[in-house]
């Protein structure tokens, strides 16, 4: 594994081990962001990347090496967290491994907020975004927090209190085992709690991407390994 990438490798500020938070997933189930899973789980200035002629192979660091593209800003779509910003996303991100990790960034910026998306928009997502062989409960994004109300991360912030994810500072990983058109994608990405980006609390997760009718889609959740992740994570190079 190379130590450093042209996007800019660098090692998480803090342990994220010591940060693994209680999330929601379709149906309302809640667990460990440690622990295996299909559904969708709480994970860690906008360039639109240019398209390329053919898509990476993910590159044997994790880190889309060989990818000739922008390298992902974590904020392609732009900087608001709703469904539009996740469609321009994913109609932009390029076929290859940087636009992979970009539209699972834009998602889980999206889908791990609160106060929770709308309903109306949490649907427009899984009808858009999600992929055709994701599981049911994947596909209605809009049930995924009935059961767990106002506490979405089961203790972790305060019930009630506002937040949403930042990529600023993050990192994202590409596992060695994808293929062009089946990107699984690693993420850590910071909380910011009431408006104000935490120096303490990280989320971690990660998406198993599919390239469907010309753009990236949303297959599955994957349960990263947080000391690859840590490691030999790649710096977002923009952040939002």
Not at 34 to 40: C, E, I, L
Not at 139 to 164: R, Y
Not at 210 to 234: F, Y
Request: proline share 6%.
């Amino acid at each position: 594994m190379r130590m450093y990438t042209k996007a800019g490798r660098s090692r998480w500020p803090y342990v994220i081990g010591g940060a693994v938070v209680v999330v929601a997933v379709a149906g309302g189930i809640v667990y460990s962001s440690a622990q295996p899973g299909g559904d969708p789980a709480a994970v860690v200035s906008s360039e639109p990347t240019p398209s390329a002629s053919a898509p990476s192979d993910g590159g044997s660091s994790g880190a889309g090496d060989d990818d000739g593209g922008v390298a992902p800003t974590g904020c392609l779509g732009g900087q608001d967290r709703n469904a539009l910003m996740v469609q321009d996303a994913q109609k932009t991100a390029s076929h290859t491994t940087y636009g992979a990790v970009e539209v699972a960034t834009s998602f889980y910026r999206f889908y791990w907020q609160y106060p929770y998306a709308p309903a109306d928009q949490l649907d427009a997502v899984s009808s858009g975004v999600i992929g055709r062989n994701a599981p049911d409960s994947f596909k209605q994004l809009s049930t995924s927090f009935e059961a767990v109300g106002d506490n979405p991360t089961g203790g972790k912030i305060a019930a009630g209190t506002p937040f949403h994810m930042s990529s600023t500072n993050g990192l994202w990983r590409v596992s060695e085992e994808s293929t062009p058109d089946r990107i699984i994608v690693s993420l850590a990405a910071g909380y910011v709690i009431d408006g104000a980006l935490s120096p303490t609390e990280v989320g971690v997760g990660g998406f198993v991407m599919v390239w469907e009718n010309d753009a990236w889609h949303v297959e599955s959740g994957i349960s990263p390994d947080q000391d690859l992740l840590a490691a030999g994570g790649t710096r977002y190079t923009g952040g939002c």
